[in-house]
């Protein structure tokens, strides 16, 4: 490390180094389209660290974000309509009843076994259309090059979480935009929690503080609410935190491609 010398500054070191090379640079360094001397590239140095201490043209930036869409369904007569059919759901279906047993869902999930919800429901046919929009919406704020088309809503399917019922951390795999349209959120419902997509690069990182912003954390929890929409794009690991409510939590979770 370069101590910082008295008097002012490069003059001095370059006094003290052109005396060591007698008179001539003594290291020739390649310092962007131009070869520079070593004295170039302290005297750049030294003036970077004054203009540091002043905090004059300091920037940080955050790359690569992980965007997160959070939307609102306002109509409470269409969250009752969906409540109420995904009950009737878990009632009629008993494939997906069977499939939840086997799988050890807590709760009824129709993931496995209907895939035709919009057609079957107009419940269900309104919210894909609202969905439409806003993974529209979503996939031009996050700047996704769809080549002119829309995002195409693949697959929608019901979760009823029981108590103590949680969902461990997974992608969402052959899909671009994956999200969540809570339904009914009992007090103590599980929160979702996104991972950082760099996670098996930070072996050595440190944690980080207790008061770092969300786009500076390694997890985020989302403490869902009745009709709240989150979508992320498909490859963000997530995972539904156990259930500590008395009741059943509903949500309806889909795939668009
Ligand atoms: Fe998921």
Not at 37 to 59: E, F, K, N, Q
Request: aromatic share 6%.
């Amino acid at each position: 490390m370069i101590g910082r010398p008295a008097g002012s500054g490069s003059a001095v070191l370059a006094k003290a180094l052109s005396k060591a090379g007698n008179g001539r640079p003594m290291v020739k360094l390649a310092c962007g389209n131009r070869a520079a001397t070593i004295l170039d590239v302290i005297a750049h140095g030294l003036a970077r660290r004054a203009r540091s201490r002043h905090g004059a043209g300091m920037a940080i930036q955050h790359l690569f974000p992980t965007p997160l869409w959070q939307g609102q369904l306002d109509d409470a007569a269409l969250l009752a309509d969906l409540a109420h059919s995904c009950r009737s759901l878990a009632e009629d279906d008993s494939a997906g009843r069977r499939w939840s047993r086997d799988h050890r869902y807590r709760g009824y999930t129709s993931y496995a076994s209907l895939n035709d919800l919009p057609a079957r429901d107009p419940a269900f046919g309104d919210l894909a259309r609202w969905l439409v929009r806003q993974a529209s919406a979503f996939a031009a704020a996050a700047h996704l090059d769809l080549a002119g088309r829309k995002p195409k809503l693949d697959s929608l399917w019901v979760n009823i979480l029981k108590p103590g019922g949680g969902h461990s951390g997974h992608i969402h795999p052959h899909s671009i935009i994956s999200g969540t349209l809570y339904v009914e959120v009992p007090a103590g419902a599980g929160s979702i929690r996104f991972e950082d997509p760099r996670l098996p690069m930070l072996m050595h990182a440190p944690p980080r503080t207790a008061d770092a912003p969300a786009e500076s954390r390694n997890f985020v929890h989302v403490e869902p609410e009745a009709g709240v929409l989150l979508l992320w794009e498909s490859w963000l690991r997530h995972e539904v935190m156990p259930s500590a409510a008395k009741a059943d939590r509903i949500s309806i979770s889909f795939n668009f491609d």
